[in-house]
Each structure stands twice: as structure tokens, then as C-alpha cells.
């Protein structure tokens, strides 16, 4: 006979369904209403379509560019990505396993960026972009994603390395290993879980950004796919075709969830790993 739930845990899983149906109906509710009409919107915004719809796709993809917007996007978040990966994994490596002298000041001037609003830095970025000549280029949404990246992605890299032992530093050094061979070949595929904690918290909030794609990126050609997605929103709301806008919607959440969904165990466990000691 299986022993009675408790009332405690009754609740605690009571509560986990009402935050997950809060989470997930958005959600559906969307992907259901990408594939509807505009009539079926004036009818009953709730319910559910009378047939799937396809073009609603086709015609958000044309109508808003998103095809180029998409591959605008691709390029800023994998290179900002990339590069965030990088200089993390080397800054983390560096401020956890080599004492010289500031370590500490370095390591400290990361964490307290992890503090500062990142709304404070939009006007200071914007005259410098514009005084380096990189104002509407990628290359300068990819230095800001870059930069306001590290400090979170140095902390949870610093904190993976500081749970590796020891001994693998010290079994390189023994076989002649140099610094540089001995971060690339043994620390750095040891610390997967951080750089896939970093990287997957990292392309969420660069895919979705809006605020700095806009304002660092005010040529058409140039733009993200959430810009992209704007444009479209101001050319539904004339249209009134709303099926549009929401597979526009559709079209920007699949990446995300997909790669929240792919990953997630490995997140959880570099979470686990690079957590903040107490």
C-alpha cells in the first residue's frame, strides 16, 4: 500500500501546476493564434482556430524581412557569444588558479558590474560607438553584448574552476604541458557545464534583446529579428492582420525554447557546479 501524500507536499505540487498552466497557456495561446485569421480574432479572440492557417507564417516572414533579420541576428548573438565564451573562460581561469597581484581587485571590479542596471550604460555606449565609428554595425552590438556579458559569465566560470582539483594543473605541468596547452586541452573541455550555463543564459537574453538592437542599430538592413518584430507589430496594427503577428511571435520563441529544452539538464548541473559559494 502506497503511504498517503502529505498535505505539505500536496501543496508545494498544487502550487507547481497553477505556476506551470500560468506559464505554459501564454504560450499556447500564441502558437494557437498564429494559425488563425483576422475574423476568427473579431469572433472569439479565446478560441481556438478553425483551421490551421500557414500563410500567416509566409506572410510575417515577408512582410517584416524576417529571413534577414533572422540571419542578422544568428551572426550577432554566435559572435558575441563566441567571444563572451572566450574571454569569461580565460578571465575565470586566470583570477581562480594563478595568484598575482589584483586578482582579487579584478575579479571584485566583475562582480559589482554584475550590479549596475544596464539601462545607466545606454547613453555613455551610444557616444562611444559613435566616436569609434562603430554606431549601426554588428560589430558594435556585438562588443556591447560582449561586454555586459562577462560579468555574470566570469562568475560562474570562476567558480567551475575553482571546483576542478588541482591535480590536473599539476599532472600537465609534469608532462610539460605549457599554461596555454594545459587551458585548452584539460581545463577547458573540463568546464562544459559552465560554458553551457553561460552560453544558454547568454543567447537567451541576445536573441530577445530589443533595447540595444534599436538603439545601436537604427539601419533597416542591419536590424535583429525582436526589431524586425516591432516593424511588424506597427504593420499588423494598420492591417489588422493579427495571425501575422503572432507567427512573427511564433517564429522568434521557437529558438529559445528549443535551446532551453535541449539543454536544460546540462544548465542545472552547471548551475550546480559554478553556483555562488556561501
Known sequence: MKPKMSVGRAIIYLCLIVYAVIVIYPMFWTLMSSFKTTGEFYKSVWALPEALHFENFVNAWKRAKLGWNILNSVFVVAASLVLTDILAAMLAYITSRYKFKGAGVLSTVFILGMFMPLVMGTIPQ?????????????LGLILIYTAYSLPFSVLIMRNTFETMPMDFMEAAKIDGA???????????????????????????WTWNDYIYAMTFIPSEAKRTLTVGLNQLTATAQYSADWGALFAGLVIVMIPSILVYSIFSQELQAGMNAGGIKG
Not at 551610444?126 to 554588428?138: E, M, P, R, S, V
Not at 605549457?178 to 559552465?194: C, E
Open 126 to 138: 551610444f557616444l562611444n560607438l559613435q566616436k569609434l565609428g562603430l554606431y549601426d554595425t554588428h
Open 178 to 204: 605549457t599554461h596555454t596547452q594545459t587551458f585548452f586541452k584539460i581545463m577547458l573541455p573540463l568546464a562544459r557545464s559552465g560554458l553551457v550555463t553561460i552560453s544558454i543564459f547568454h543567447f537567451l
